[in-house]
C-alpha cells in the first residue's frame, strides 16, 4: 500500500499570503495524484489532478507540482474562503486508492 | 445537474447490518467506476470499496474485506453498500464517489456504531 505523508499539519497564513502545502509518497506515484479541497461541511472538491493539472472551474491561483514520490500544491494569493482541509490522494497503485493524512490551512 | 445523494445510514449497535444507498443523476451513471469513501468524525478521507462501470470487478479495503459488499443497479442509476458486522470503528459518514479522480462526491450518510 503506497502511504501518502502530508506537511505541514496544520498552516496558518494571513490573506495574499502564499500557501505551500507538502505530499510525500512512499514509492513512486508516477504523476497520478490529485489534491483535494474540503471546507467545513462540505464535501471534497476536486482541485489538481494528474498532480498539475488544475480541474474545471478552479481558480488559478491554485497549481501543483511535483512527480514520483513529492509533490506540492501552491496557492498564490489567499483568499479567506481557502480556509479548508487540504487532501492528496494517488490512484497509480491501487487497490487501495489512498489519501494523505490531510493538511489543515487556516486563514488569519 | 450532476448529483449523487446517499441515504441509509443511521444509528446501528456493534455487529448489526445496515444498507447505503447511493443516488445518482445528471450523467450516465453507466459509464462511470464508482467508490464509497468514509470520513470518522474529526478524521481523514477513507476509501472503503471501488466497483467497475459494469460492477464486475470489485475491491475492498482490508479493514471491510469479508463484511462489506458494493454492488450497482445500472437501470436505476444506484450504488450501495452492504454493511454486516460492523464495528464500532466503522463509525463514518460513508460518501460515494465518481470515479478513481474524483471529479464528483456526495456529501454523506452518516453511520454511527453504538450499544
Known amino acids: 500500500e503506497i502511504v501518502l505523508t502530508q506537511s505541514p499539519d496544520t498552516l496558518s497564513l494571513s490573506p495574499g499570503e502564499r500557501a505551500t502545502l507538502s505530499c510525500r509518497a512512499s514509492?513512486?506515484?508516477?504523476?497520478?495524484l490529485a489534491w483535494y479541497q474540503q471546507r467545513p461541511g462540505q464535501a471534497p472538491r476536486l482541485l489538481i489532478h494528474d498532480a498539475s493539472n488544475r480541474a474545471t472551474g478552479i481558480p488559478a491561483r491554485f497549481s501543483g507540482s511535483g512527480s514520483g514520490t513529492d509533490f506540492t500544491l501552491t496557492i498564490s494569493s489567499l483568499e479567506p474562503e481557502d480556509s479548508a482541509v487540504y487532501y492528496c490522494q494517488q490512484r497509480y497503485n491501487w487497490p487501495p486508492i489512498t489519501f494523505g493524512q490531510g493538511t489543515r490551512l487556516e486563514i488569519k | 445537474e450532476m448529483q449523487l445523494v446517499e441515504s441509509g445510514g443511521g444509528m446501528v449497535q456493534p455487529g448489526g447490518s445496515l444498507r447505503l444507498s447511493c443516488a445518482a443523476s445528471g450523467f450516465t451513471f453507466r459509464s462511470y467506476e464508482m467508490n464509497w469513501v468514509r470520513q470518522a468524525p474529526g478524521k481523514g478521507l477513507e476509501w472503503v470499496s471501488y466497483?467497475?462501470?459494469?460492477?464486475?470487478?470489485?475491491y475492498y479495503a482490508d479493514s471491510v474485506k469479508g463484511r462489506f459488499t458494493v454492488s450497482r443497479d445500472n437501470t436505476k442509476n444506484s450504488l450501495f453498500l452492504q454493511m454486516t458486522s460492523l464495528r464500532a470503528d466503522d463509525t463514518a459518514v460513508y460518501s460515494c464517489?465518481?470515479?478513481?479522480?474524483?471529479?464528483?462526491w456526495g456529501l454523506g450518510t452518516p453511520v454511527a456504531v453504538s450499544s
Open positions: 514509492q513512486s506515484v508516477y504523476t497520478s
Open positions: 466497483i467497475s462501470s459494469d460492477g464486475t470487478t470489485k
Open positions: 464517489a465518481r470515479g478513481n479522480t474524483v471529479r464528483l
